[in-house]
T-cell receptor, first 110, second 112 residues
Framework: NAGVTQTPKFQVLKTGQSMTLQCAQD?????MSWYRQDPGMGLRLIHY???????DQGEVPNGYNVSRSTTEDFPLRLLSAAPSQTSVYFC?????????FGSGTRLTVV | QQPVQSPQAVILREGEDAVINCSSS?????VHWYRQKHGEAPVFLMI?????EQKGHEKISASFNEKKQQSSLYLTASQLSYSGTYFC?????????????FGQGTTLQVKP
């Protein structure tokens, strides 16, 4: 039982490049979320999903896209990376309460 | 809107107690507490639902005052393993579980 799996663990991008951060969960959870963590800012919600085919914006959605075609997967897309998107990204899933977090992706945009 | 945590940082000696507060400007349905060790993912501690409930987890307990829209986390007789950053997460009355909004965190350092 892997829980929440995020890939890659580390990534360096050049400004303007695109990439997809992968997130998969094997707990059959309805809810999945993406957060970014920056020093002193806590965890800020980017996008979330309440089930396959349903997504919504969080606190800081600009510059990011998501989709949820299956219950298990919730990828986060950066269409044109900017230095301001340098951060640690966490994916989380939840049934009806407790959030289980993935191990994170450390992204640097140069 | 992000809940506000206080204090921002706490330094304790082993065996001392600490309280971390979390307050929101909007009506809350539930409050979550998580702990994050350096370089690791946040780990769930407990959830409190509206109703003034108090919960405990080892020597860590929490309360939730829905009228004041506040929650407090109590760490009793702290251990070295309690060091880390503590986050509260809040769900509003009309929010679903996916829209958990976190505070900025409180860093706790426990020294021998």
């Amino acid at each position: 039982n892997a829980g929440v799996t995020q890939t890659p663990k580390f990534q360096v991008l050049k400004t303007g490049q695109s990439m997809t951060l992968q997130c998969a969960q094997d707990m059959n959870h309805e809810y999945m979320s993406w957060y970014r963590q920056d020093p002193g800012m806590g965890l800020r919600l980017i996008h979330y999903s309440v089930g396959a085919g349903i997504t919504d914006q969080g606190e800081v959605p600009n510059g990011y896209n998501v989709s949820r075609s299956t219950t298990e997967d919730f990828p986060l897309r950066l269409l044109s990376a900017a230095p301001s998107q340098t951060s640690v990204y966490f994916c989380a899933s939840s049934g009806q309460g407790e959030h289980t977090f993935g191990s994170g992706t450390r992204l640097t945009v140069v | 809107q992000q809940p506000v945590q206080s204090p921002q940082a706490v330094i304790l000696r082993e065996g001392e107690d600490a309280v971390i507060n979390c307050s929101s400007s909007k009506a809350l349905y539930s409050v979550h507490w998580y702990r994050q060790k350096h370089g690791e993912a946040p780990v769930f501690l407990m959830i409190l639902l509206k109703g003034g409930e108090q919960k405990g987890h080892e020597k860590i307990s929490a309360s939730f005052n829905e009228k004041k829209q506040q929650s407090s986390l109590y760490l009793t007789a702290s251990q070295l393993s309690y060091s880390g950053t503590y986050f509260c997460g809040t769900l509003g009355a009309s929010s679903n579980t996916g829209k958990l909004i976190f505070g900025q965190g409180t860093t706790l350092q426990v020294k021998p």
